[in-house]
């Protein structure tokens, strides 16, 4: 029965993943607004909701190890599984020029994070604090980018426009199945890892994590098979400064959390390593190559290795 919810799971994500980008991509010409920032928005947010209701489950079941191993494991596995995946299947380039901004917003909320795990404990004002910090950085990037033309995206990756009910039943139903997906695979390999007497916290930072992710790595895949660098990195950016500032806020505000001296000591360091490397990637760089999605791949390999 854990074969058979995982298999069904894959086939779901695979499915929700291709409708997702395609309403993403019709609704950010309909809107007239950059690729970027819907893939930000709209695919960054709606590829997190299985972080989110994993963590408030884990949160009112009191595994808070899973909980709080769940976003920052995504967070990891969204940077190296996932963009070393799509490097790999082909270059990523040509990415929108304000991806700089948001990078800097995603490396400033990984050391917020950094700092509230080293008092052991992240309570509610935290969770309020978190929140206001995700509105200001929305309502400031679609001030910002509101009617800029789609200028960086090339033109053989511009999608169909389709009409508004279409493009709304797109994304709608992509995002439900994406979720139902992730949830049917995730129920599968945690029970299989429980099995195998993994620990809480290893379960978080690895089968959960990685299966709360791959609504993220079927979009990536999909969006890197069609060309949308866009989409792939702000599938990604989005996706972590919503696992940290909305996931972790909401969660600390409903319940909060407490923190094992673990993270504070090597998994939220390691997230913000990786978090720094790729923001410099970014900021500073116009391309990442396969040679460097396999360098990804490999770094997370060792990491899950220690971790197991």
Known sequence: MDFLLIAAGLVALYFGAEWLLRGAVSLSGKLNIPTLVVSLVIVGFGTSLPELLVSLSAAFSGASDISIGNVVGSNIANIMLIIGVSAIIYPISNWNSSVKRDALVMLASSFVVLGLVQFSYIGRIAGIIMLLMLAAYLGYTYVKESGKPDLDTPEEAKGEMLSWPFTSALIALGLVILFGGAELLIRGATSLAREFGIPEAVIGLTVVAVGTSLPELA??????????????????????????????????????????????????????????????????????????????????????????
């Open 219 to 308: 979009t990536a895949i999909s969006a890197s098979l069609k060309r949308h660098s866009d989409i792939m990195i702000g599938n990604v950016v989005g996706s972590n400064i919503f696992n940290l500032l909305c996931i972790l806020g909401i969660t600390a505000l409903v319940l909060p959390i407490p923190v094992a001296s673990r993270f504070s000591t090597f998994d939220v360091p390691v997230m913000v390593g990786v978090t720094a490397v790729f923001a410099g990637m970014l900021f500073f760089g116009r391309k990442i190559g396969r040679g460097a999605g396999v360098i990804m791949l490999a770094l997370y390999a060792g990491y899950t290795f220690a971790l197991l």
